[in-house]
């Protein structure tokens, strides 16, 4: 038998593909996980304050450690590489990963998430621009930094409470009337008191050439402004990762994909769970629903493939 053929290949190590990976092992399914980093984008919180069983939170790099290891003990397998390409010739997928090695499977899981968005006029070797606020936010610690997030939403507020442990300020800005975040991190930024909230801020370019200096916004006040900055911190918005993917999906706005009621995509036995496709909800809590839902209905396709 080839080694590298198995009954499923799950692109993705977050939530949803690590909660994929338990379930696929527990119902018997020889699987194998691609990624590099446990837990996926969950290294950017500092705390994960809404899974059901951690009163006191816990840190994504916890869980995705936890998440790990959990799958690992039911017997999934795990290269600690990325899949570059997955394709797609009768019957079977083939998955080849960052070091050229190819893998075979008759279903497949594309659990990948979704990444932030940039400012497109952005240069990469400007210094001080940030997605990360738990990596990143330590840099400006004892330093008197003024730092800038932009965005309305959970990550958004998860980054500028943690910043308000490293900074001096933080500005949070939003173009939008009303944050768009759960009650309680309202509450929790209306009691930091450097926390500056900036609603109805349309940020409209970064200034500095290597290095920023200044957020330069509009309000309804003012037609332009500078807000001096030492860092940015972005929560713009995400774009779903299917770069690897080398066959046609149906997919929905923003590229995210489409997929039936048993989390099936256009494309026969080609999964998707998670933030990578079309939800009505992002949260580590549905995807690693997504992940569970995904693997048992991979086990369904491939019983009936097999009668």
């Known amino acids: 038998m080839n080694p590298n053929r198995y009954d499923l290949l799950i692109m993705g190590m977050g939530p949803a593909g690590l909660s994929a990976a338990l379930f696929a092992?527990?119902?018997?399914?020889?699987?194998?996980?691609?990624?590099?980093?446990?837990?996926?984008?969950?290294?950017?919180?500092?705390?994960?304050?809404?899974?059901?069983?951690?009163?006191?939170?816990?840190?994504?790099?916890?869980f995705g450690m936890l998440a790990l290891q959990q799958a690992q003990a039911q017997g999934a397998i795990f290269p600690m590489a990325r899949l570059q390409k997955l394709s797609f010739s009768e019957p079977l997928f083939t998955g080849i990963d960052t070091d050229a090695r190819q893998y075979t499977?008759?279903?497949?899981?594309?659990?990948?998430?979704?990444?932030?968005?940039?400012?497109?006029?952005?240069?990469?070797?400007?210094?001080?621009?940030?997605?990360?606020?738990?990596?990143?936010?330590?840099?400006?610690?004892?330093?008197?930094?003024?730092?800038?997030?932009?965005?309305?939403?959970?990550?958004?507020?998860?980054?500028?409470?943690?910043?308000?442990?490293?900074?001096?300020?933080?500005?949070?800005?939003?173009?939008?009337?009303?944050?768009?975040?759960?009650?309680?991190?309202?509450?929790?930024?209306?009691?930091?008191?450097?926390?500056?909230?900036?609603?109805?801020?349309?940020v409209i370019g970064i200034k500095g050439a290597d290095q920023v200096e200044a957020l330069m916004v509009t309000t309804k006040e003012s037609d332009k402004q500078e807000v001096a900055i030492n860092g940015v911190f972005l929560a713009i918005g995400w774009l779903p990762n299917t770069q690897a993917l080398e066959m046609p999906v149906e997919t929905a706005l923003d590229s995210y994909l489409k997929t039936d009621k048993n989390l099936m995509t256009s494309h026969s036995g080609l999964f998707a769970a998670g933030d990578v496709r079309d939800t009505d909800m992002f949260s580590v809590l549905t995807a690693c629903a997504d992940g569970a839902r995904a693997a048992q209905y991979a086990a369904e396709f491939l019983f009936k493939l097999e009668t």
């Not at 446990?38 to 899974?51: C, E, K, R, T, V």
């Not at 001096?168 to 509450?187: G, H, N, Q, W």
């Open 25 to 62: 092992r527990r119902m018997g399914l020889n699987t194998i996980v691609f990624g590099d980093i446990p837990g996926g984008i969950l290294y950017m919180l500092n705390d994960l304050a809404d899974f059901p069983g951690f009163p006191d939170g816990i840190s994504g790099i916890q």
């Open 105 to 202: 499977a008759p279903a497949a899981i594309i659990a990948t998430g979704r990444t932030p968005k940039k400012f497109p006029e952005i240069k990469d070797n400007v210094k001080g621009i940030h997605f990360c606020s738990v990596c990143d936010g330590p840099l400006y610690r004892n330093q008197d930094a003024a730092l800038a997030v932009i965005g309305g939403d959970k990550i958004a507020a998860q980054h500028a409470l943690t910043l308000s442990k490293s900074a001096s300020k933080v500005y949070l800005v939003c173009r939008d009337r009303a944050f768009t975040m759960p009650a309680i991190y309202e509450s929790q930024i209306e009691e930091q008191p450097n926390i500056i909230p900036m609603r109805e801020t349309e």
